[in-house]
């Protein structure tokens, strides 16, 4: 009789699954079943204090689009703050720097760099006390996603087309 070794007993193998196997992503129907569903997989308490949607090809084209890991989280904490498609979101840069751990001035300069890229479009807002926090238009990315978007749908569809039963056998009618 062997002994089994506890450490290789628990550490299964499991095939990661072929993007031909994985099914797409089911179509919600109303907004209800999307919380539900988004609660299910998150948690009610975890979806209670908010949620933000961004568009999958954000992430996908992150290399595409020249954007470091801390250009991502200082873009993904404007978007936390964009709530409404005609009003722009106006963090403090400090309440941006405390949430992702960077110091005040390492985000004005990732601002400063997303800006130059033309991703971001820091605009000074100001009140009869002074300046106060500036607001952030993100056009620019939103522009550059959409002449990005055509591209990744083709390649796509071509993977798709690939791995399908058959390859890429021409239909016959």
């Known amino acids: 009789m062997s002994k089994k070794d506890p450490a290789t007993e628990s550490a299964k193998v499991v095939p990661f699954p072929s993007s031909a196997s994985v099914p797409p992503p089911p179509v919600v129907k109303s907004a209800r079943e999307a919380k539900l569903r988004s609660e299910k997989k998150w948690g009610v308490d975890v979806m209670a204090v908010g949620f933000c ?13 020249g954007l470091k890991s801390t250009h991502l989280a200082v873009i993904l904490q404007l978007a936390d703050f ?4 005609d009003k722009l979101p106006f963090p403090k ?15 004005q300069r990732l601002i ?4 130059q890229r033309g991703y971001v479009k820091r605009i000074e807002r100001k009140t009869p006390h002074g300046q106060t926090s500036n ?5 620019g990315l939103v522009k550059k996603l959409k002449e990005l978007a055509p591209e990744f749908l083709q390649a ?9 039963r058959g390859g890429l056998k021409a239909k016959t009618a």
């Open 135 to 139: 607001s952030y238009d993100l056009s």
């Open 53 to 65: 949607i961004l568009p999958s090809l954000l992430f996908r084209a992150q290399h595409r689009l």
């Open 82 to 85: 964009w709530w409404y498609d």
């Open 93 to 107: 840069k400090q309440t941006i720097a405390e949430r992702v751990g960077l110091k005040e001035k390492q985000v």
């Open 156 to 164: 796509a569809d071509a993977k798709r087309k690939a791995e399908r």
């Open 112 to 115: 400063r760099d997303l800006q």
